[in-house]
């Protein structure tokens, strides 16, 4: 399954591209442009309720039918994925970006600096980060999309710290690192500038993790009705449609698109994982 | 002279673990070649270690150029560690593997302030791949992947050399390359030390080698200098039975001289040492009953050499292992001698 | 280019049996992205029982590759593209995936490179032993299986003790002769020792080459010891074989290839072996070795040969015996009767 693909690109990167890799990134390719373009074609308006004649089927004016509260489905689909795509994505970002600083720091430094982090980040693994949630969601007054991503953020980041932490002291056991400080490099720049960059691969894996994990607790929130309910979000769009009792009065076109699209959009983050992790790690592919 | 590195009665511990013992020695500012000889566990990686200044003695002091390490200023620091460069074993471990070579040959360059661009850097590292016989357009731009383990090594000694040090301790730097090419890079080292000066400490445990480049040798035992002197002497005419154990082992296409298959002394178990008397006496062939009681201090026997062996009884004693001594007098000759056989 | 017809194989099988490994025109090729690597390239020799063959030859000359095709253990992208392996007059390369595994361990055993890594580092020594024998012999009651591996860590001059610690808790020629003890539990008829010495001291490698060679005059196996070290193959082997990209260049008793080598190949090898009763400039062989997927027309070793004259470029040399017991694979036989004279040819840029 695997395409060795000559591109010149640095690092002997082209020959480890695989089509795990390809095909991952393909999908969330896919949905990112449809999430981009979209909006474009179809007018929000649409998507609200009350716009168009409700509990349609698909098939005509409505290629993916109407819901019970008059929202256009395809309207909603485009215009709910990047908002959900959005949260995944801050999430994301703040958590791992949070996680690796601290773990970074951790690893470098030792000490008790690592001793407060690792007790902080190995104690939260350990809380039921959903429970959390709900009791936070719970309790915001305003919640938007932005809040619900910074929320979620605050418990993604302890994988990404452990996982860099124990990175980072490996690599520091090295050969270059050793080499480095006899070329006269201090222990700042030698954290930057040499176990950074091979810290990079287990980050942006961590990324890709941190987001599904994120993307999942955002739209199970939301389904439970915590979300923020006058956006237009997957998630919201489960819980609309479990309000309005849609599996029991048949109104498939109303919860089956939601989950095509979530499903969707996890495999395409798990393809994209399990073939960065081959990218990251050339041992595990075949060397031509 | 003032000697470019002296060890002052350096001992090095590890809780109650001796590495090392109570040593002297001092590399003559002149561009000497020493070889540092042992098994695994005979303290020679400690004392490469002490001598880069990466770990410290328990006991006694080491001085470069004069000055005491431990209370350098951190500018004397800097110097010291621009003069004192390493090669290392392992030609795989030493490269970043996210950058190209370039970068770890650049890096010094900048650091110690010999080049400020790229540009002003390029000539300079030229020069030094050239000196290796590596060809820069083979290896710049590439990454440590795309090389051979014998270019990587190399690279590795044109990188101590790029800052023009004045000693290179180098710990076994053939031992992971490929068999072919380890005479052509020794070679190359010893060149570095002919033509540039710079002195250097090799730490081997290959004798053969250590005979063909160095002028003088120490061959540690568990953490004691055993036998030390001109090579000549101990690795031609070995008197300790470590030493002459080690020289017997050198498997040479000579078929005179064929091992046979007869059942040898067992090497002792991991981290076996004797508490009292001569570390080697569980060995020896000719331990005497004196050798199992009492560690042998050091003699002198002849002018080149020095030994810890009971075994000796007419040579003066040599208290602290003063292996300067030694040297000295070698280096004194040949200076007057104004050049040795090659 | 392959020679058809047989080329020589049997060395000296006078004595009552057969060669008790015969090796018949064995080509190994990788299947790279450059190309088919022949890096085994129409080799043939003989063991007879008891004897040691030491095989030398450079990084890439093909020499792991011969040994681990010896077991059938090529894996891809190489693959065995033609010859037979005898094993005692069976060819292991046409046996059953369920026959050969039978004759690996029982009837040949490798010792591969780098063996203390071919130790489980999660498992007592005891446990891995018990596992080789009980592959074979599934019937040996523990009581047997103490016993036997009391006797196999004993003969090669381990305490028996050992037995119960893991891999960790040895030194590395320990370890080394723990795989050694492995390799010949079912007492094989021969022993394929890959480097077996690479990366221990130099008293260290000299037990352990001497426990090998009790253990295999114990047994009565033949050896195949594998290496690029020629003083200590010079040490230790009766038979000498040199390996040159993929070809046996020459192969002869220890005594004339060391005394009087005919193959320029191996007499630079010898030359290159710097010794401690004089100093003089270390230097290997200038040059490298052809890449195995673009060899040049003739003999492989013409870039490189002081000696090569214009035949050798065009002409690939064959196998000819030079003496009894003794073949080179070099054009200036049999016009020659010893190696002329050789001045090595000025650096070559690598």
């Known amino acids: 399954m695997t395409i060795a693909l000559k591109t010149r690109l640095p690092g002997g990167l082209g020959s480890r591209l695989g089509g795990t890799l390809i095909a991952g990134l393909s999908i969330l390719g896919v949905i990112a442009f449809f999430s981009i373009i979209g909006p474009f074609f179809v007018d929000e308006v649409l998507a609200q309720v009350g716009s168009v004649r409700p509990r349609q089927p698909p098939g005509g004016d409505f ?104 990175q980072v002291l490996s690599i520091r056991e090295r050969g270059y690192i050793e080499v480095a400080r006899v070329n006269g490099e201090g222990p700042l720049e030698i954290l ?36 923020a309910q006058n956006e237009m979000t997957l998630g919201n769009t489960i819980y609309w449609a479990q309000q309005s009792s849609a599996v029991l009065r048949g109104f498939w076109w109303w919860w089956a698109p939601p989950i095509v699209v979530i499903a969707m959009i996890f495999v395409g983050l798990f393809l994209t994982s399990v073939g960065f992790d081959r990218f990251a790690n050339p041992r595990l592919g075949r060397r031509a | 002279m003032t000697p470019l590195i002296e060890l002052r009665g350096v001992k090095r511990t590890y809780g109650a673990f001796t590495a090392l013992d109570t040593l002297s020695l001092s590399v003559p500012d002149r561009a000497a070649t020493i070889a540092i000889a042992g098994e695994s566990g005979s303290g020679k990686t400690t004392l490469a270690r002490i001598l880069l200044g990466f770990i410290e003695p328990t006991e006694g002091q080491v001085f470069y150029r004069g000055k005491d390490i431990a209370t350098m200023s951190a500018a004397e620091k800097f110097t010291f560690r621009r003069e004192v460069q390493p090669i290392f074993q392992d030609p795989f471990d030493v490269f970043n593997p996210f950058y190209r070579i370039d970068h770890v040959l650049e890096m010094p360059l900048y650091r110690f302030g010999l080049a400020k661009t790229r540009a002003e850097a390029r000539p300079l ?86 005979f063909q480049i160095c ?100 040579g003066a004693k040599l208290p602290g292992a003063d292996i300067a001594q030694v040297f000295q007098s070698r280096n004194n000759a040949a200076q007057s001698m104004k050049g040795t056989a090659t | 280019m392959s020679v058809s017809g047989k080329s020589v194989s049997g060395l000296n099988v006078s004595g009552t049996s057969g060669p008790i490994l015969d090796v018949q025109n064995l080509d190994v090729v990788y299947d790279t992205v450059s190309g088919p690597a022949r890096a085994v390239n129409n080799v043939s020799f003989a063991l007879r029982p008891g004897e040691r063959l030491g095989l030398i030859g450079e990084s890439g000359s093909g020499k792991t590759t011969m040994g681990t095709a010896l077991m059938r253990l090529t894996r891809a992208p190489g693959r065995i593209a033609g010859g037979r ?82 891999p960790h808790e040895l030194s590395g020629g320990m370890k080394q002769r723990a795989v050694m003890a492995i390799a010949t539990s079912l007492a094989p008829k021969v022993i394929v020792a890959d480097e077996p010495t690479s990366a221990l001291d130099v008293v260290v490698q000299r037990q352990v080459m001497q426990t090998l060679g009790r253990l295999q005059a114990g047994l009565g196996a033949a050896v195949v010891l594998i290496g690029h ?11 000498v074989g040199v390996m040159y990209a993929g070809r046996l260049v020459e192969l002869g008793p220890v005594a004339a290839m060391i005394g009087s080598p005919r193959h320029p190949y191996t007499r630079l090898l010898i030359d290159s072996l710097p010794g401690i009763d004089v100093k003089r400039r270390l230097a290997g062989i200038p040059g490298l070795p052809p890449p195995l997927v673009k060899l040049p027309v003739g003999c492989p070793f013409a870039p490189r040969c002081p000696l090569a004259h214009d035949r050798c470029r065009v002409d690939l040399p064959l196998s000819q015996e030079v003496a009894p017991g003794h073949v080179v694979a070099c054009h200036l036989y049999p016009d020659n009767a010893t190696l002329p004279p050789l001045t090595i040819k000025a650096e070559v840029q690598p």
């Open chain 1, 63 to 166: 290629p993916l039918g109407s819901d019970a509260q008059g929202r256009d489905m395809l309207a909603l689909m485009v215009h709910a994925t990047p908002n959900t795509l959005k949260m995944g994505l801050i999430a994301g970002v703040i958590g791992v970006g949070l996680g690796s600083i601290l773990g970074l720091i951790a690893g470098q430094f030792g000490g008790w600096i690592d001793a407060v982090i690792s007790v902080i980040s190995d104690s939260l693994m350990t809380v039921p980060a959903i429970a959390i949630l709900v009791v936070i969601a719970g309790n915001i007054e305003e919640m938007s999309t932005s809040v619900m991503a910074v929320v979620v953020a605050s418990l993604s980041w302890m994988f990404t710290t452990r996982t860099v932490r124990a």
């Open chain 2, 215 to 314: 002028d003088d040798i120490v061959v540690l035992y568990q953490g004691k200098v055993a036998e030390a002197g001109a090579v000549e002497c101990v690795i031609g005419a070995p008197r300790h039975p470590y030493s002459q154990l080690l020289v017997s082992s050198i498997p040479l296409p000579d078929l005179s001289r064929r091992w046979g298959d007869d059942e040898m002394q067992a090497a002792p178990e991991q981290g076996d040492r004797p508490s009292a008397g001569c570390r080697f006496a569980p060995r020896c062939p000719h331990a005497m009953d004196q050798c199992w009681r009492v560690d042998p201090a050091h003699t002198r026997p002849d002018p080149d050499r020095l030994i810890a062996c009971h075994l000796d009884r007419e």
């Open chain 1, 192 to 227: 930057f500038r040499e176990v950074m960059p091979n810290v990079m691969p287990y980050i942006v894996a961590s990324f890709v993790g941190t987001s599904s994990a994120a993307i999942l607790a955002i739209i199970g929130l939301e389904a439970l009705g915590l979300g």
């Open chain 2, 125 to 210: 590292i030229e020069d030094a791949l050239s000196r290796v016989g590596l060809r820069p357009q083979d290896t710049l731009g590439r990454f440590p992947h795309e090389l051979s383990g014998g270019q990587r090594q190399r690279i590795m000694v044109a990188r101590a050399v790029l800052l023009r040090p004045r000693l290179i301790v180098a710990d076994e730097p053939v031992s992971m390359v490929d068999a072919s090419l380890r005479a052509t890079i020794l070679d190359e080292i010893r060149d570095l030390n002919r033509t540039l000066g710079i002195a250097f400490v090799y730490i081997t445990h290959d004798l053969t080698t250590a």
């Open chain 3, 229 to 239: 070290d020629m003083g200590l193959i010079a040490q230790f082997a009766d038979t």
């Open chain 3, 85 to 166: 392996v005898l094993l005692d007059g069976t060819d292991l390369l046409t046996l059953s995936p369920r026959a050969l595994r039978a004759t690996r361990l029982r009837d040949i055993a490798l010792v591969p490179q780098g063996a203390m890594s071919a130790l489980n580092p999660v498992m007592r020594l005891r446990r891995q032993i018990e596992d080789a024998i009980l592959a074979h012999e599934p019937r040996t009651t523990q009581a047997q299986l103490r016993d036997r591996i009391a006797q196999l860590l004993t003969r090669v001059g381990l305490n028996p003790a050992v037995a119960d610690r893991y």
